[in-house]
């Protein structure tokens, strides 16, 4: 089983940036990978993906994230990150890192069930 693991994360004031990463302990070549997160009170809801297939990859973006956030990879490093920028107070929650198949999150890649391989999550605070 592919395990998960987050870095980053921590305390900023709203407008400013943070980048997270999550490393998987397989070949990123294998995997879609998702960012998504959890504020306390709330469901967990996606916030980007990667979907990695061999030569490139799509992006998909919740649309409360859409031009703040970006998602990249490194193959060479099974990583992938998570930057985001013009940070908002209602940004703030667990950001939890999931990995699957790339015919499993096919078609709903920011559904949160169609993921098997979650990290533990790193929590993000954003103050006003």
């Known amino acids: 089983q592919v395990h998960v693991v987050e870095s980053g994360g921590g305390l900023v004031q709203a407008g400013e940036s943070l980048d997270i990463s999550c490393t998987l302990s397989?070949?990123?070549?294998?995997?879609?990978v998702g960012w998504f997160r959890q504020a306390p009170g709330k469901e967990r809801e996606g916030v980007a993906v990667?979907?990695?297939?061999?030569?490139?990859?799509?992006?998909f973006y919740a649309d409360s994230v859409k031009g703040r956030f970006i998602i990249s990879h490194n193959n060479a490093r099974d990583t992938v990150y998570l930057q985001m920028n013009s940070l908002k107070p209602e940004d703030t929650a667990i950001y939890y890192c999931a990995a699957d198949y790339p015919s499993a999150i096919q078609g709903r890649p920011l559904e949160v069930a169609r993921y098997r391989h979650w990290g533990q999550g790193t929590q993000v605070t954003v103050s006003s």
């Open positions: 990667a979907a990695i297939y061999y030569g490139g990859s799509s992006q």
């Open positions: 397989e070949s990123l070549d294998l995997y879609s």
